[in-house]
């Protein structure tokens, strides 16, 4: 596997998920946990990551 390291505005996206799922800032220390999680993804892993995320939100939105 060919490793390419995330852009900023990936990380920013998936900090952009949490963001909205949670309807809060994140923490520091959130973010810090945030940020050294994404830098050990792909391309391919992170798109499948933030769909992944996008479609937990969509049902958790649906069902309240």
């Known amino acids: 596997m ?3 390291s995330i ?3 990936a990380k920013d996206e998936i ?3 949490f963001v ?4 809060r800032d994140l ?5 810090g946990l945030i940020t050294e999680w994404t ?8 798109a499948t990551i933030i ?4 479609e937990l939100l969509n049902k958790h ?4």
Request: charged letters at 45%.
């Open 39 to 46: 830098q050990t993804f792909n391309k391919s892993e992170r």
């Open 51 to 54: 769909n992944m995320l996008k």
């Open 20 to 23: 909205d799922g949670l309807q």
């Open 27 to 31: 923490s520091p220390e959130e973010e």
């Open 2 to 4: 060919k490793f390419e």
């Open 15 to 17: 900090k952009e998920v």
């Open 61 to 64: 939105k649906r069902h309240d």
């Open 7 to 9: 852009t900023p505005n």
